[in-house]
């Protein structure tokens, strides 16, 4: 492990036990996993309300809901990347396996409880197979193979994660863009 990976390990699980200590108690990654969803939306108008339905009224904090935008914010922006550039936030590969398995459950149950609170268009059949899949996910959980394998699947997982999320961000906000278009 190079010094960035340490301090960037460092750095994610101090974030993480902050948020998990706040009141909202969600940590890092169910939150990015919530951002994620919520970014598949265009309605920005109702963010703060969606946060609050996710978090609670303790979500409302001026503070607290800098940071949940600047991770909607973030998440966004790798979406909308020509370069396919988004990632679920997640612990590296020199995190025991254990703790990243239960950080993916994490994420992925993140981002189907934001995925379910969006008023979404109906999903195509392989939209709506990618979003059963993350479903899925929310029950994962570490076995006693070889942590070699183990890892090679979870590598695995996290790029299926990778287009599963960005075929729902492209479904969701090209129904969008159609629904406007039709309207005008």
């Known amino acids: 492990m190079n010094s960035d ?77 020509e370069g396919f550039e988004f990632t679920p936030l997640l612990p590296d590969e020199n995190t025991r396996i254990a703790a990243r398995t239960e950080a993916l459950a994490e994420w992925c149950s993140g981002f189907v409880q934001a995925f379910h609170l969006i008023n979404r268009p109906k999903l195509n059949k392989t939209a709506n197979e990618a979003l059963d899949d993350i479903f899925a996910l929310t029950h994962i959980e570490s076995d006693d193979r070889k942590a070699q394998v183990q890892s090679r699947d979870f590598a695995e997982i996290e790029e299926y994660l990778r287009v599963a999320v960005q075929l729902l961000f492209d479904e969701c906000r090209g129904d969008q863009a159609t629904a406007g278009q039709s309207e005008n």
Do not use: K
């Open 5 to 81: 990976d340490s301090t960037n390990t460092a750095y994610y699980d101090e974030l993480d036990q902050t948020l998990r200590a706040h009141p909202a108690g969600a940590g890092l990654y169910e939150i990015h996993g919530m951002a994620s969803a919520l970014a598949c939306q265009a309605n920005r108008n109702e963010i703060s309300r969606q946060w609050q339905a996710l978090l609670g009224e303790e979500s409302q904090g001026e503070d607290f809901m800098r940071v949940l935008i600047s991770v909607l914010n973030l998440c966004e922006s790798s979406l909308n990347s």
